[in-house]
Antibody
């Protein structure tokens, strides 16, 4: 059974950093592009970042470009999101989501983790 | 960036009745549209992709239609577990992939 499990969330002050992880099991992790999607409490979904299966292609939402870095380690079936210079508006549940194919492209997200909460507050 | 607009924001329907949810794109997205269901406290779940193709394990009472800028998700006979929030997402023009603001389907 495919499982995605996020970790690393917590309370952090504005301007500080946090690193999220997503551990995958039950799939050939290196066969699929992966994404981070966030949801502010009580709000809708916002795509944050995506990475191809080999890690060579990445993409970011304008709202996080230059502050967040996505990466993956296929040897340990892990996806990461390094979040620097955090802002109050980055407060959200962060979900990792699996793409349907290897490449970033016109794709949907066919499996999601349960999310981890990041709260940015002074 | 393509803006996705869903209507209505909240829809009240009785169990066993039909629900029709709408999604509009600010530019044509052809059939590059997906629908997700999110139950309270849970992660989103893929229902429909390519506007009308049901994802694996999704019951036949869920159907999608539309192309270009206008899309519809229909749930033919509402079950208790269907009361949730529904999101549309376009993937024709990316990045970014963009979602609608959601429609909350509640019990009437």
């Amino acid at each position: 059974e495919l499982q995605l499990g996020e970790s690393g969330g917590g309370l952090v002050q504005p301007g500080r950093s946090l690193r999220l992880s997503c551990e995958a099991s039950g799939l050939n992790f290196d066969h699929y592009a992966m994404h981070w999607v966030r949801q502010a409490p009580g709000k809708g979904l916002e795509w944050v970042s995506g990475i191809s299966s080999d890690g060579r292609t990445v993409a970011y939402a304008d709202s996080v470009k230059g502050r967040f870095t996505i990466s993956r380690d296929n040897a340990i079936n892990s996806l990461s999101l390094q979040m620097d210079s955090l802002r109050i508006e980055d407060t959200a549940f962060y979900y990792c989501a699996k793409d349907r194919i290897r490449f970033l492209g016109p794709n949907w997200f066919d499996s999601w983790g349960q999310g981890t909460l990041v709260a940015v507050s002074s | 960036e393509i803006v996705m607009t869903q209507s209505p924001a909240t829809l009240s329907v009785s169990p066993g009745e039909r629900a029709t949810l709408s999604c509009r794109a600010s530019q044509p997205v052809f059939t590059s549209l997906a629908w997700y269901q999110q139950r309270p406290g849970q992660a989103p779940r893929l229902l429909i992709y390519d506007s009308s193709t049901r994802a694996t394990g999704i019951p036949a009472r869920f159907s999608g239609s539309g192309s270009g800028t206008e899309f519809t998700l229909t749930i033919s006979s509402l079950q208790s577990e269907d009361f949730a929030v529904y999101y549309c997402q376009q993937y024709h023009n990316w990045p970014p992939y963009t979602f609608g603001q959601g429609t909350r389907l509640e019990i009437k």
